[in-house]
């Protein structure tokens, strides 16, 4: 069968590209980026070069596909960033309606469901409710669960301060599952044969942001590691000193407050799935230890 993935070399991108291309598929990879053309070629697929808000490149990326996977790459130069969510959202609506491709794989995120009040998830909302318009195209929307490769952002907080934080306490509970996960059933879900518009929750594992950091900290020998809370004020400036645009961390904090209300995980809770991803945080945590310990 002929696939397209978008997302380039990412976390997901990459792995579903290997799982695809090693059952024998034909595989296009999207990326902006020119210089990855020969390591995606290399994996036995071919590239194709061009941007996400360009429907006519897209339109041409996807004609005679048996099926594509969507995602919204990551801009942090976008000053309004739901709003550049979306566009890519409508681009990705007329490049599949131009090209006749009549199933979808998109990455979406848990808190989906909500209209507002997620930070960037919110785009995401908007995504599915844009993709959801296609008459005769079958769209499974992956809402995924948080990152567990999203902890490695928190490396340089621990080596400068010695503490993980952010604007919720360590009894918030968290749902998180690898990406690698996520491409396996992304996989899956293209290889496989679905109707109409729904989504699926991916998630590996759940637990308290505390239990979370007592793991994180015995694996980078640093027992006892505390996790702290901060204000909304101060997760703001900590973000902004740290080189991040003040649009985008309005958006990281807005998600943190949805985090620690609970609200972002109400619908997950009323669909929880029937069977979780294999990768648990203990079987990262000696890949994130690697990296803590290189010094990079």
Known sequence: MKFVVTGSLGNISKPLTQLLVGKGHDVTVVSSDGQKTGIIEALGAKAAIGSVQDSDFLTKAFEGADGIYTMVPPN?????YRQYIGEV????????????????????SIGADLDSGTGSIAGLHDVEAILNTLNGVAISHLR????????????????????MGNNYSKETKLVMVHPKD????????LEGSFTGKSHLYVAGEEGKTGDFVKVIGAA?????????????EETLKGMIAAGMSKAIADMYVE???AIGSGVLFEDFENHRPNVWAPTKLSD???ELAIVYNSGK
């Open 255 to 257: 998600m943190g407050r």
């Open 220 to 232: 980078i020998g640093k027992p006892g590691l505390p996790w702290v809370q901060f204000s909304d």
């Open 89 to 108: 959202g409508n681009h990705y609506l007329e490049a599949i309606r131009a090209s006749g491709v009549k199933k979808v794989v998109n990455l979406s």
């Open 76 to 80: 942090w130069g976008a000053s309004h």
């Open 284 to 286: 990262f945590v000696p």
């Open 144 to 163: 995924a669960g948080l990152f567990l490769t999203n902890f490695f952002f928190d490396i340089g907080t621990i080596r400068t301060m010695d503490i």
């Open 182 to 189: 996520i491409a396996a059933v992304a996989a899956k879900e």
